[in-house]
């Protein structure tokens, strides 16, 4: 009955910047890693960024490194991602994805394994 449910997406102009939320709630065992991925139409799913909830560590995709950054209100189970700079290439609709279990190695996050958890996705369009 773990729920993740992502706000923060809109339409903003190339070199613009949106703050991405990601809440959680219900009951967890323990949640080792929360992330955040993004998939446009007809391309594959990819990882964005990744943060260890016990810890703090983060984690990049090559695309976005430099001019996104993942955070923690671990008190209130939230997380962020501030994006920066934005493209074109970065329209897509983001979801935000965790374990329940602690199962999750952090630096294995963004592709995706060990994550049972999905939120319903937000959408980000970036405009030329």
């Known amino acids: 009955q773990v729920q993740l449910e992502e706000s923060g997406g809109g339409s903003v102009q190339a070199g613009g910047s949106l703050r991405l939320s990601c809440a959680r709630s219900?009951?967890?065992?323990?949640?080792?890693?929360m992330a955040w991925f993004r998939q446009a139409p007809g391309k594959e799913r990819e990882g964005v960024a990744a943060i260890h909830t016990d810890g703090g560590a983060t984690y990049y995709a090559d695309s976005v490194k430099g001019r996104f950054t993942i955070s923690q209100d671990s008190a209130n189970k939230t997380v962020y991602l501030q994006m920066d700079s934005l493209k074109p290439e970065d329209t897509a609709m983001y979801y935000c994805?965790?374990?329940?279990?602690?199962?999750?190695?952090?630096?294995?996050?963004?592709?995706?394994?060990?994550?049972?958890?999905w939120g319903q996705g937000t959408l980000v369009t970036v405009s030329s």
């Open positions: 994805a965790a374990d329940s279990d602690g199962s999750c190695y952090p630096p294995l996050a963004l592709s995706g394994g060990l994550l049972d958890v």
């Open positions: 219900g009951y967890t065992y323990a949640t080792n890693c």
